[in-house]
């Protein structure tokens, strides 16, 4: 079973920096692909980035190319989303997602945590 916590969201101003967390504690922590998912209100839940079970590899929304970084410690659990030079239109709940395929696609999830917010002011 696969239980997925996310931590670090809050309140920056434009331009700033935010380092989020996904931590497993469920099985083995390297037999899943990790992805970054946000939701803004009213909107549909949009791809952000996601990297494979030994941390190669990441693919990056075009949004957020160049700006955020996915990462992985396999020995740790954690999958991190370190995010710079936010804009407002970053602000969002951020969700992390496991599955055994590679997907933009969040119907193709299995497991999801419950999210966590984050708002980046003008």
């Known amino acids: 079973q696969v239980q997925l916590v996310e931590s670090g969201g809050g309140l920056v101003q434009a331009g700033g920096s935010l380092r989020l967390s996904c931590t497993d504690s469920?099985?083995?922590?390297?037999?899943?692909?990790i992805s970054w998912f946000r939701q803004a209100p009213g909107k549909n839940r949009e791809f952000v980035a996601t990297i494979d079970k030994t941390g190669d590899s990441p693919v990056y929304a075009n949004s957020v190319k160049g700006r955020l970084t996915i990462s992985r410690d396999n020995a740790e659990s954690t999958v991190y989303l370190q995010m710079n030079r936010l804009k407002p239109e970053d602000t969002a709940v951020y969700y992390c997602?496991?599955?055994?395929?590679?997907?933009?696609?969040?119907?193709?999830?299995?497991?999801w945590g419950q999210g966590t917010q984050v708002t980046v002011s003008s």
């Open positions: 997602a496991a599955a055994s395929v590679v997907a933009t696609w969040p119907n193709l999830y299995d497991y």
């Open positions: 469920g099985r083995p922590f390297g037999t899943y692909y």
